[in-house]
C-alpha cells in the first residue's frame, strides 16, 4: 500500500463538481446563460424533485488557522442583520426567474458559522425563504453549527422551522493540535450540544472530524474517534485534511509545512480511523463519509441514491440547488454560477437588483456524459458505458490510460462498466481524474488542488 500511495498522492480535485471550477469556461458564460439553464431545470424538475437551497453564513468570531471555506472574522454583530436582508433579496431576484413557487426539497445553511447569527436573526432569513416557496412533504433541512456557540435556542428555534439535522465542527480533540489550528474546542462543549439537539428531537446528528492536521499522530485520531463514538453521531465526516494555502484569505498559517504528517503517515491515519469508526457500527459511504446504518445517507447509499454535489454527499438528488449568499456555488444542472466573494460587492450588485455572480460554467453535452460518470464514481464506486448516452469521443483513451490501475488492482474494467475494488476506492479521486478530460488536455500550471492522498 506504501509504494501505492507515493504513486497515486498528487494534487487532484475532490469532485464536488464537474468541470472542477478551475476549469470552468468563462467565455460561454453570461448572467443571462445563467438565466436560461435555471429556468429550464426548475421546469423540468420542480414539479417532480423540487430543488435545494445552500445558504453561506460567512462570519466566524475567531479564525480557525486549518479552515478552507470562505469567511470573515468578525465580533461584530451588527453585522448580520444587513447580511440577512441581502440573501432575502437575492432570493426574491431567484424567485423573479422562477415562473411558479418554487418546492424547497433540501435547505442547508453552512459556513463560516450559522450559529454566529442570533436565533432570532436565523428565524428571519428561513421566515423569509419559506414565505415565497411550497415545502416538499419529505423537506430535509439541515445547518452547521458551532459546538462553542451553538445555543439552546438556536436548536429549538431552529427545530420548530422544520431543521432536523446538524452537524458540529469538532476536528479533534488533542490540545497541541487544537492550539496549533487554533481552536480550542473542549469535549464538554460538543457533548453539551450533541445531548442538546437530541433532547430537542434531532434525529441526524453528525460531527466533522479530520485527520492529517499539524502534529496529527495516530493516537490522537484514536482518542478523537474514541470520544466521538462515546456520543454516537449518526453520521460522521472523516475529512483528509486539505492543505490549500494558496488560496487568498483562507489564512491557512500558525505552522509550517513541516508540522504536517506526509502522505503515508496520513493515510494510515485515514485506515486506522477507518477501522475503528467500522468496529463502532459505521459503514463508510462515498469518499470521506460514515453512518449508522439507521441514516438516511447509509439507505441511501444501499438504495442506490447517493448523491454530490458542492455541500458533499446528500442522501438525496435534485437537479437544481441555488446557492444563495457571497461564495455561494448554484448548480442548475446543465450549469454552475459563483457569487463575488466579497460582502461589501455582494450587496453593491444585490443594490443594483443584480444576482451578484461572477464566474460560472455552461455544461456541454460532453461535460454531461463525464459529470455523470464521476457522479457514479464517486457516489457508488463504478460506473458504465452500456448506454450509448454514457459514451463520449475519448472514452476508449480513458480506459487505456486506467490500464495501470488495473495492474494495481485499484479497478475492475470489463467490456461495459468499470468497478472500483475495495483496494481501489481510497484512489477514487485519482480514478475520476482520468475521466477529467478536462484536467488531462491542460494540465496546471501551478498546484490548484490539494493532494489526493
Ligand atoms: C464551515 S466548517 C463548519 C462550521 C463551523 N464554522 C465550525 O467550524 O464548526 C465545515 C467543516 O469543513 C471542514 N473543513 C474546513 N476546512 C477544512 C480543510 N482545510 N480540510 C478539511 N476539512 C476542512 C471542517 O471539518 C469543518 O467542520
Ligand atoms: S472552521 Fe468554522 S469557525 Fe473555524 S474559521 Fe472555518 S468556518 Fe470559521
Partial sequence: MCNLVNKYNVPGPRYTSYPTVPYWNMETFTLNEWKKTVIKSFNQSNADEGISIYIHLPFCESLCTFCGCNKRITKRHDFEAPYINAVLKEWSLYINVFDKKPIIKELHMGGGTPTFFSPENLKRLINGILNQSILADDYEFSFEGHPNNTTKEHLSILYDLGFRRVSYGVQDYNEKVQKAIHRIQPFENVKRVTQLAREIGYTSISHDIIFGLPFQDISHVEETIEKTCLLKPDRIAFYSYAHVPWIKGNGQRGFDDDDLPIAEVKRKQYEFGKKQLENAGYVEIGMDHFALKTDSLYTSMIQEKLHRNFMGYTASKTKMMIGLGVSSISDSWYGFAQNVKGIEEYYDLLNEN???????????????????????LMCAFKTSWIDSDMRFDELPDVLIKLKEMVEDNLIEINSKELIITQKGKPFVRNICMAFDVLLQRTKPETQLFSMTI
Fill in 354 to 376: 443584480i444576482i451578484p455572480t461572477y464566474r460560472g460554467h455552461i455544461l456541454n453535452n460532453e461535460d454531461l456524459i463525464i459529470r455523470k460518470h464521476i457522479l457514479n
